[in-house]
Structure formats: C-alpha cells, structure tokens
C-alpha cells in the first residue's frame, strides 16, 4: 500500500517531469495526487520540503529499479560489468524514462540551493558506492577515479538520449558502447 508521503513524492516528480520546477506547487500537488486542497503542505511544509520529498521519492524508486538484489561478486569479467552497465541504462532510458527526467530537474535546482544539493548528493554516493565495488571487482586498479569516469560516460549517454538530439540505444547497443568505453579504462 502507498502512504500518504509516497502519493505526494510520486505526484511531485510526475508534475517535474510534466511542467518542471514552476509547475511543481503545492496545490498542483494535491490536485495531480487528487487528495484535498491544503494536504501536500501538511506532508511538506514550504516548498524545499517538496523538492526534499520528491527527491526522496525518486531515489526511493530508483534505489528498488536499479540497485535491488544487486549481487556485487568478488570477480567482475569487463563483459559482465558492461552488461550490468547497459541494463541500468535501459531501464532509465525506458521504464525508468521520467524518473530520469525529474532527476535532471532536480539536479539543476540543487545548484541553487545548498540544503537540496546536500540531499541530492547523498542520493547520488547510494549509487556511486556500488558501481566503485563494482569496477574494482572488474580488476580496476583505481576504482574511485574508473567508477567516477564511468558514471560520466553513463550520464552523458542518458543526457543524449534524454535531451539531446540522440535516439534511444537498444540494450545491445548500450552493451556495446559500454564494453568500448570499458575496454579503454580497465586492464
């Protein structure tokens, strides 16, 4: 069952990816969350505490999408890690598509606001730590700085793909291109 909060966090990046950052109000909220007028404050009281939420909401969510059950061996083939790679980038680039819409949203309002920036970060190292273990299982000799570079090449896919002038990768395709970038950093 969804609580309360979840319904606002899941309206709330449904009205960032629908009508961005102005559009996200309180009363927006209530009406996309068809609860009564006056209830999203009630769960988040000014609107950093939307954004809080929503960004809560959305790791939530990506956390149970992308991470869930991720096994981390102890040895990692470079085709094995691209694999693993590719699958995070589909799923973001399809089931996961707005998700990754409302990430980006929030990720530009974190830059203007120390105390969401904060939060915000905290949710991207849930995502970092893993992938670190991840390259470093893969043989990586640095695998902060390979881990870092990889969530680059990542990014910069997802960006393309999202908002930029690209297509959308099959799975095959992302496999691809993330074998050929790992191919050039890892032994």
Known sequence: MTSRAELVGDAAIALLVDR??????????DEAAGLAPGSTSNIARTRLA?????????????????LADLPIPPELTRDQLAGIVAHALHVQLTSARRRALARYEL??????RPELREIYDRAGRRFRE??????????SPEPV?????????????????????????????????TADFLAGILP
């Open 20 to 29: 961005g950052l102005r559009g996200l109000t309180h009363r927006a909220v």
């Open 107 to 112: 990720a530009l309002e974190a830059n203007r």
């Open 145 to 177: 700085r390979h881990a870092r570079q990889l969530v680059a090449f990542h990014e910069g896919v997802l960006f393309d793909a999202l908002a930029g002038a690209g297509d959308i990768p099959s799975l095959d395709e992302l496999r691809q291109a």
């Open 50 to 66: 939307l954004l809080e939420l929503a960004l809560t909401r959305l790791t939530e969510l990506d956390d149970s999408a992308l």
């Open 130 to 139: 893993p992938l670190v273990a991840l390259v470093a299982a893969a043989g």
